[in-house]
């Protein structure tokens, strides 16, 4: 009887590392491990790298499987600005996505070429998550730390390097950093905002090996290393995703996807012309507050999340830390339409529409921009840890007015990321992997008329309030 071959993933999130073994013939999981990790509060996000090295140690551990698994890959979060020392530790915390001091070098960057240019060159149009205009941050505030660099990763860079020695990235994470394009590092970015390229990792091609476990690391000595990607990606090569089928994520931010034949290039910025893992692209609309501004205003109101009612007319831009679709981040959080008679849970149940909003109405744009036509009869996906939330799925179902599928499988990200380590062992591509362990199967809810009326109200509210948004607060 064959041995039983297993593959590790890892997905190094915003607020903690999630590690699954996954039987490779089957795709059944056969151990989870987690570490949460901890973000800086006050006026900027930052995280220490270190802490997600100790994580994922612990999390694969947590798996039962770490000195048995015959590959393994690791996904991470998009964007963050790891800078590292000639002995490849941390200069500094790692600025990460949801960080928008930056945002006046993104507005700097884009008047510098253009924004039709960058979407030209890049993909994108920079906002304040964007990597390129966190090193120009650093470069305009922090000048000593950045001439002590030697080395720019993403985290899922930082972390492949720790296990294998070799300064790799991939294709998917390069295009969110806002100076990576088709033809490769762009070289009149980099020199705009003053980084060498020789700090940069190689960019791999997809489904090639990034190297091999080193002794005395958290996985078995001389198991195989993928390049990794992005958590977008990885989500992307979890549900074995086919072209046009659109993907609405919710978790700390929100992302609407789906895998594209064409290379974007939005010169608005509503949708990002990212690349996927293989060989097509992922335009992509996030923003930067969902299920935890929801959160938040649940414990305002002092409700639980799920508590939500009906009915009445107030709404909320639940803009908590800045907003990056629409692309606004000094913006703060805005309740319009209060009146005597609203209640919590009404207030609640605006905060998941204004959440969803944006999201949604930029879904038909994130097709066009893959060369896809729009479909309103094929199911939209509904990932992340707010999609078994039965309030997250009403609202969805009713603002939307498309079918929604939820999978059954968990932790995608990091499922993607085993179908990734996967394919080194089996020669697939690694989304063949994922559609042959099916984890994109799951229940489908019907559609519903779509809530045209909500739509509209909120679309006015933020028209009219965009002077007050675009204001950043004071002491921001």
Not at 115 to 134: D, I, N, Q, W, Y
Not at 255 to 263: C, H, K, L, M, Q
């Amino acid at each position: 009887m064959a041995a039983q071959r297993v593959v590790i993933g890892v997905d190094s999130s915003t607020q903690s590392t999630k590690a699954l073994a996954v039987d490779l013939e089957t795709g059944a999981v056969l151990g989870e491990g987690r570490a949460a990790h901890a973000v800086s509060a006050g006026a900027g996000r930052e995280s220490d790298p270190e802490q997600w090295w100790r994580a994922l140690a612990e999390a694969v551990a947590g798996t039962g499987w770490a000195d048995r698994a015959a590959a393994c890959s690791i996904a991470g979060q998009q964007h963050g600005l790891v800078t590292l020392d000639t002995a490849g530790r941390p200069v500094r915390p790692a600025l990460l996505w949801n960080d928008v001091r930056s945002a006046p070098q993104a507005t700097g960057l884009a008047a510098a070429f253009g924004a039709a240019e960058l979407a030209r060159r890049t993909g994108s149009v920079p906002t304040a998550a964007f990597t390129s205009a966190k090193w120009a941050w650093l470069r305009a505030n922090e000048p000593a730390a950045a001439d002590r660099v030697t080395a720019v990763r993403l985290p899922h860079d930082f972390l492949t390097e720790r296990l294998t020695g070799e300064a790799v990235t991939d294709r998917g994470d390069a295009s969110g950093t806002g100076w990576w394009g088709p033809d490769g590092y762009d070289q009149d970015v980099l020199a705009r905002i003053g980084l060498d390229p020789g700090l940069l990792p190689q960019v791999l091609p997809p489904g090639a090996r990034a190297g091999l476990v080193r002794g005395g690391m958290p996985l078995r000595e001389g198991a195989l290393v993928a390049t990794g990607t992005g958590d977008n990606m990885a989500a992307a090569l979890g549900l074995g995703l086919t072209p046009g089928r659109p993907v609405l994520s919710l978790g700390t931010s929100g992302t609407v996807y789906a895998v594209g034949r064409t290379r974007p290039a939005d010169p608005t910025g509503t949708v990002a012309g990212f690349a996927d893992a293989l060989g097509g692209w992922l335009p992509l609309a996030c923003t930067l507050n969902c299920a935890l501004a929801v959160d938040r205003f649940a414990a305002l109101v002092g409700r639980d999340r799920e508590d939500v009612e009906g009915g009445g007319t107030v709404v909320v831009l639940p803009y908590l830390d800045g907003e990056r679709t629409p692309d606004l981040p000094g913006a703060s959080g805005l309740v319009h339409g209060l009146r005597h008679d609203t209640t919590p849970g009404q207030l609640l149940q605006a905060a998941y529409d204004g959440a969803a909003h944006a999201l949604l109405a930029a879904l038909d744009d994130v097709l066009r921009a893959g060369g896809e036509n729009p479909a309103p009869d094929e199911p939209l996906l509904l990932i992340g840890g707010g999609a078994r939330g039965a309030a997250w799925q009403r609202t969805v179902l009713r603002l939307s007015g498309r079918a929604v599928q939820v999978p059954a499988a968990r932790e995608l990200v990091a499922l993607g990321a085993a179908a990734q380590a996967a394919a080194l062992l089996t020669g697939e591509p690694a989304d063949a992997v994922a559609r042959r362990w099916r984890t994109a199967e799951g229940r489908v809810l019907e559609p519903v008329p779509r809530d045209d009326d909500t739509l509209e109200r909120i679309t006015s509210t933020l028209r009219r309030a965009r002077a007050l948004q675009e204001v950043p607060p004071e002491g921001r």
